[in-house]
């Protein structure tokens, strides 16, 4: 069985601020890992995954995340936040065996103070 | 292109009362999966579909719950004898080919309410 679990439930910083969000999965097969957002009332979208080759993955709105097999984790960094990334953030796997299932992490909120 | 899109956006409903919420893939995506989004549980798969074939429905809480998907595009999500701990947002996603490399592309979610 696989699970994910994202260390922090809510993230306050002051916009143009560095931040990180972490999430460390655990699996007995190899995964593929993805980062989701949600907007206030909106769907998820999705920001980036890591499917195979370079271990530091580049998304979208300027997000990027690096993939640590050793370590387990899939940590997601922005180097200066802005006002429009409040968001929940979720961390997700799949495992190479199945149908594309997502097994999510409990969500992180990002709340982007000015 | 259009997205995926769900109906009714919000529905409220009383205990005891059956719910159809139905999803609207992206045109050519022939997997579709439903999950439940709720304060205690977060984000929970329910049920995988390729094509009209539900491979993969081990996240169906109970057999209240049922899903189908006709034409190989809308799939109604049924739950029957709601109680209140159906209440959440469900939320359906489309993909490509409905393998592990593929990006879900998600609705806007309905967001269910039992009294």
């Known amino acids: 069985a696989q699970s994910v679990t994202q260390l922090d439930s809510q993230v306050p910083v002051f916009e143009e601020a560095p931040v990180e969000l972490r999430c460390n999965y655990s699996?007995?097969?190899?995964?593929?890992l993805f980062w989701y957002v949600q907007y206030p009332n909106q769907g998820l979208q999705l920001l980036l995954k890591?499917?195979?080759?370079?271990?530091l993955v580049k998304g979208i709105n300027g997000f990027e995340a690096e993939f640590n097999k050793s370590q387990t984790s899939f940590h997601l960094r922005k180097p200066s936040v802005h006002i429009s990334d409040t968001a929940e953030y979720f961390c997700a796997v799949s495992d190479q065996r199945n149908t594309g299932k997502l097994i999510f992490g409990q969500g992180t909120t990002l709340q982007v103070k000015p | 292109g259009a997205g995926v899109s769900q109906s009714p956006s919000n529905k409220v409903t009383e205990k005891g009362k059956d719910v159809e919420l139905r999803c609207d893939p992206i045109?050519?995506?022939?997997?579709l999966y439903w999950y439940r989004q709720s304060l205690g549980q977060g984000l929970e798969f329910l049920i995988y579909?390729?094509?009209?074939?539900?491979?993969?429905k081990s996240g169906l809480p109970s057999d209240r719950f049922s899903a189908e998907r006709t034409g190989g595009s809308v799939s109604t999500l049924t739950i029957q004898r709601t109680q209140q701990e159906d209440s959440a947002v469900y939320l359906c996603a489309s993909s490509l080919a409905g393998v592990g490399t593929d990006t879900q592309y998600f609705g806007p979610g309905t967001r269910l309410t039992v009294l």
């Open positions: 890591y499917l195979s080759g370079s271990t």
């Open positions: 045109s050519g995506h022939t997997a």
């Open positions: 579909f390729q094509g009209n074939s539900a491979p993969d």
């Open positions: 699996s007995s097969v190899s995964v593929y």
